[in-house]
């Protein structure tokens, strides 16, 4: 293809690994783009970002990103963005995860990601399913939804992901849908600028499993579906939880400033180690 | 005749046709032939009613598509 007639985030792609594997019409694409735009208009510097991801589909991202990038173990991605923001604070460290990733496995180190405030942004795509190994329902599955492991729909009730991890301590929170690019953009871009933990749900289509399971074959049915669910907080916070029934709540949940992790972690050494031997270091760790 | 482009790329286009459907000026058909890899690519067969709004070329989920930008009536000479 001729330079000047590719898309214009191809730049920052791996050409020779595309077509990416995900099935036709699968949201992750739409991620994709979304979090180049938002990236260009926090004018973040390329160079400078790292992409953690753990297993899914979802997490097979940051492979076809021509950046830094690590595919870690299942659940795990927080963990690792966490020790690499440490180990240079100067990194603009970003994670890429599933439903399954973050919330079921990975549970426990998206809640204190999010109450240790570190300056990460946690971008998880939930397409309510483990779309890489067949279509078992996850933590966020809706209630009586379907997949190989609820053949009479999901009995339990479904996590809601933005409100859990404003409640854990993040302080910039949004839920888009991939069926509102622009305004994911624009909530992306705000979670880079937040100097804190940063949470992006995006609401995303899984054809081949969620909607061939759950009555939406194609992927602009689901498209569809997810805007015509929508609906903004500010709306939405006026009705009762019945008439919210169904309904995907969209906006922004939480933005705020409180100090950050990485932070205290260099004002400690800086207020400790005053001999820049190796010592000094232990010592500020240590606590003396 | 306009005088800007929209190309799709057929080594990329899954032939998903999002951007058929939610193209706001209906520019794109759905094509009726399959290409070497099997896909239907569509058309931006209604290339004059485009606004280059973009909005096809941020849901193209294969990075597939190119509309290029507007080019500022100042910044033309
Ligand atoms: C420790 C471990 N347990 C289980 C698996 C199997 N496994 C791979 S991906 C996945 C779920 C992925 O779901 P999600 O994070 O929602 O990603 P999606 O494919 O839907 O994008 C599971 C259970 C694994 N790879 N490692
Ligand atoms: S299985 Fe689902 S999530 Fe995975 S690539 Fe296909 S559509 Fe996307
Ligand atoms: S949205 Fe992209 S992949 Fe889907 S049909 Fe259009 S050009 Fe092809
Ligand atoms: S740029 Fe906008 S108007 Fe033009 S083809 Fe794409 S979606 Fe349609
Ligand atoms: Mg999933």
């Known amino acids: ?288 | 005749m306009v005088d800007f482009m929209i190309t799709v790329d057929e080594n990329l286009c899954k032939g998903c046709n999002i951007c058929t459907e939610f193209c706001p000026r209906k520019v794109y058909q759905e094509s009726g032939v399959l290409n070497k890899k099997g896909v239907h690519v569509p058309v931006p067969e209604n290339e004059d009613k485009c606004t280059q709004c973009q909005l096809c070329a941020l849901m193209c989920p294969d990075q597939a598509i190119k509309v290029d930008e507007k080019v500022d009536e100042k910044d033309d000479k």
Not at chain 1, 14 to 37: E, Q, W
């Open chain 1, 1 to 288: 293809m001729d330079e000047n007639r590719e898309n214009r985030f191809m730049k920052y792609l791996r050409k020779d690994r595309l077509p990416h594997i995900f099935c036709a019409g699968c949201g992750n694409g739409i991620v994709m783009n979304t979090f180049f735009n938002g990236m260009e208009m926090a004018e973040v510097d390329f160079e400078k970002v790292v992409m953690v991801s753990g297993i899914g589909c979802s997490s097979r991202i940051p492979g076809y990103v021509k950046c830094d990038s690590l595919h870690t173990t299942h659940g795990r991605p927080i963990s690792f963005a966490t020790g690499i923001k440490l180990a240079n604070p100067e990194n603009e460290v970003v994670v890429f995860t599933g439903d399954g990733d973050a919330a079921a496995i990975g549970g426990n180190h998206l809640i204190h990601g999010a109450r240790r405030n570190i300056n990460i942004t946690v971008i998880c795509i939930n397409n309510s399913i483990y779309g890489m190994t067949g279509g078992q329902i996850s933590p966020t599955s809706p209630k009586g939804s379907y997949g190989s492991t609820a053949p009479y729909g999901a009995l339990e009730r479904p996590f809601k992901l933005s409100e859990m991890v404003k409640a854990a301590g993040a302080t910039y929170v949004a839920r888009w849908t991939t069926a509102q690019p622009v305004q994911l953009s624009n909530a992306i871009k705000k979670a880079l600028k937040n100097k804190g933990f940063s949470f992006i749900e995006v609401m995303s289509q899984c054809p081949t499993y969620f909607g061939r399971k759950n009555k939406m074959r194609s992927p602009i049915e689901m498209l569809k579906w997810m805007k015509e669910e929508s609906i903004v907080k500010r709306r939405a916070d006026k009705l009762s939880a019945e008439e919210l029934e169904g309904k995907i709540i969209v906006g922004e949940f939480q933005n705020k400033e409180e100090p950050e992790f990485s932070d205290k972690v260099c004002q400690l050494l800086e207020a400790q180690c005053t001999t820049g031997k190796p010592s000094s270091t232990r010592s500020a760790f240590e606590g003396d």
